[in-house]
């Protein structure tokens, strides 16, 4: 929702996935995210996440190329 960009409510809500996933004794996360999606790749970037390879989403009849970006934990 654009009201809310740039509140920090995402990277706060972020931070508390990593935080609950580190409890449990996570080694990485992983996430995909439209490789278009340049805002998006820019938030995970500047959380820690790096590129680890590429996925197919298929829209419709429109497959897409996701990046799988993944943050290593431990």
């Known amino acids: 929702d ?3 960009r740039g509140s920090g409510l995402s990277g ?8 609950e ?5 996570a080694a990485r996360l992983q ?3 439209y ?6 790749i820019a938030f995970y970037g ?3 996440f790096v590129t680890v390879g590429t996925t197919t989403f298929v ?5 897409q190329t996701d ?3 993944q943050l290593r934990l431990s």
């Open 2 to 4: 654009t009201a809310f």
């Open 12 to 19: 706060a809500l972020l931070q508390a996935v990593i935080d």
């Open 21 to 25: 996933a580190k409890r449990r004794d």
């Open 31 to 33: 996430l995909t995210v």
């Open 35 to 40: 490789e278009r999606n340049k805002r998006a």
């Open 46 to 48: 500047k959380m820690g």
């Open 59 to 63: 829209v419709g009849d429109d497959p």
């Open 67 to 69: 990046f799988v970006m």
